[in-house]
């Protein structure tokens, strides 16, 4: 996940004079939001600092964050109609801001950690584009796969388009592996995700692989699917923390390498607790090639930043030995 | 789930002179409001209207209901002096309108439907009262079960006294079932399932289990440790919509029984595509004893009461072929 964030004091002293959109938008500063968290923590690879809808508001809809609210999209996307007006996106005219900031992180980070490039999935952007906003229970979308499913493809075709040329363009401007985030698809059955999502996310990570980097998939609430969810492609899959590491690369199969799992919340444990929770992952790695250490979902905002460079630090010492 | 609420009418018409507490605590009222879908949607049972959280009003806690923002709680629980100030409750006097309720719905129904009672599980119920309010990460409940096991272990025994007395009191007052509500088990990891919040429901089970009637075990997201969730007990365990309904019992055994898994969501989609979602139920399920037709989780607010009519009715027309 997104390693910046308001958990950090210096990132809290950007957003004192920038808008988070404005942030996002100016690439002098993204680069050093990007840049504050390898600083700081000493983490293994810096992740782009960008939000997973700019694309949506690159394709025409309006965008706003209202603070400690999260994002709203409008005006909602739920006929042909609405389909029909979306914008086709040119990553290079449209979001040049991005791609301007992942060739200024590169060349401050002089080779020292690679830079993770990353996009929102087609379903997860679909969900955000139909519900309006963030929903626990995606009414609206589900309705739109269930009842109009011939719509629904077409909306996913053009999300797929966008998310393909999108992340080809954070590649070409630098970046060295690329996320792809669908971190709704929990929210669905198994027969849900394999008829109305999978297909598209397959395509997406597809594309994507032949552009030569590394290519993560990030799900959450996926356990009851993790094997589909996997199935879909890229070389790296996510794993939350309700499964132990063990079982879940049990379920894979050794081919798949795994990011993961610890819960964010045990960044707010004391030092010790935390300790025992980040040794537990990695006796359950067993130092298997194909585990990158991570977190099984977002930086919570009230999470101590030494408590994530302790954990950054054990990591590392487990690793040396 | 509870069956009155915001989507029906007469419901509204309800909450037009009473707020939400004030319904649950009018012991004439909330009878009304349980049995309006008994008339309404023509289901087989009748569900207690009343809240999860009443007993942590009883406990000596602050109770609010902020119009469309969920239940706030105060002040939090988050140490050991706040721990030995929760009250001790006696049900029939501190929730005596919840037995009154129950005894005023039972002489209405006159027989034709059994009454199901129910209360909150400790764990929902300690995630309420150290959040203070609903969270999706739960951060401050997960810290104190690793931080600070044995307060955890002592506010998790209050709240199993209160509970299994709570459910047992409303045994005796006319309730034909009970569920316990464990909303929350679905965020938690499957070890801190086992190891911090199933010995003390196995408790309450247990004890419930004695008192007569059936018991179901709700909880949502538990697919990844569906297994150990049923293992705590109960005649009857809840699977939502993430695991089709003939995964969950291959897993679970014959002995168990299974209430499910329509997704809330697809009640609001078109009557045919509803249809054929009932009916991949139905199938599942093929007419084994032992299962319960019922959501996964809550009715959404905007869902239409003629959708759940229709989808009682195909039950029905199922069940009598």
Known sequence: MRQAGRYLPEYRRLR????????????????????????????DAAILFADILLPVQAMGLRLAYDEGKGPRVWPPVRDAKAVARLRRVEPEDDLRFVLETTRLVRRRLEGKVPLIGFAGAPFTLASYMVEGGPSKDLAFTKAMMHSEPALWRRLMTRLAEVTASYLRAQVKAGAQAVQLFDSWAGTLSKEEYMRFVRPTSARVLAAVSRLGVPVIHFGTGTTPFLKEFAGAGGDVVSVDWRLPLDEAWARLGRGKAIQGNLDP??????????????????????????????????????????NVRAVVDMVHDWSAR
Chains 1, 2 share one sequence.
Do not use: Y
Not at 16 to 36: D, G, I, K, N, V
């Open 16 to 43: 004192r004079r920038l808008s988070f959109l404005e942030l996002c938008r100016t690439p002098e500063a993204a680069a050093e939001a990007t840049l504050q968290p390898v600083v700081r923590l000493g983490v």
């Open 265 to 306: 919340a045990h960044l707010l444990m004391t030092r010790q607790a935390l300790k025992s929770r980040v040794w537990d992952i990695l006796k359950r790695a067993a130092g298997r090639p194909g585990h990158i250490f991570n977190l099984g979902h977002g930086m919570l905002p009230q999470t101590p930043p030494d």
